[in-house]
């Protein structure tokens, strides 16, 4: 039988003075995550990673959350700096290479795998638990799940609120489709 997993990143956050104020989600970052979890779910395990904007997209969505984790940064001095996968043009097909060289990058994805599978292990067959975290660590980790994958077609790295829903079939990952929150020329 097959289990769900949809990861998803965070929404969008306030900027400016603003920021670390009150909730860490702008308005309209609630509201598309309002939107987002209109039509997504149900989800049988939701965890987050630990920054409030996490947890808050999480509920903003319209889910209870079952627990947090510490997770590690994607972006690694050196070996990928901040937001440097939105100029690659093929970003998985570039992690793909990153992660056969990069001991850090590696590391990084299988400690979000740990937790993938921890959320999938929490889980029934045929149910689907959720996992919100950040972008910069989800890529690398779907490409680690998928290593076979032809990650060539796989599109621009996430969004705020976009989402991937993995397969999970005898004890791997066996398939991936994405969800973009919104159209591209809007990120």
Known sequence: ??????????????????????????QEGVELARE???RTGPFAFVI???????????????????????????????????????TWDQPYVRYRELLDRKRRLSEVADAHRETWLHALESISDSETALVICS?????????????EADHSG?????????????????????GVSFDRARPAEDQ
């Not at 039988?1 to 702008?26: A, C, D, F, I, Q």
């Not at 987050?48 to 997770?71: F, K, N, Q």
């Not at 993995?166 to 004890?171: I, K, P, R, V, W």
């Open 1 to 26: 039988m097959t289990r769900w997993l949809e990861v998803r990143r965070h929404s969008l956050t306030k900027k400016g003075p603003n920021r670390g104020r009150g909730s860490h989600l702008s």
């Open 36 to 38: 987002v979890g209109s």
């Open 48 to 86: 987050t990673g630990e920054l409030p904007r996490h947890l808050e997209t999480a509920l903003a969505m319209g889910y209870a959350v079952d627990g947090s984790v510490r997770l590690p940064s994607g972006y690694i001095p050196g070996e990928v700096e901040y937001h440097e996968q939105w």
């Open 135 to 147: 972008g910069g660590a989800i890529e690398p980790t779907l490409v680690a799940c998928l290593p």
């Open 154 to 174: 796989w599109g621009k790295p996430f969004g705020h609120c976009d989402g991937a829903r993995l397969a999970f079939e005898d004890g791997k990952f066996v």
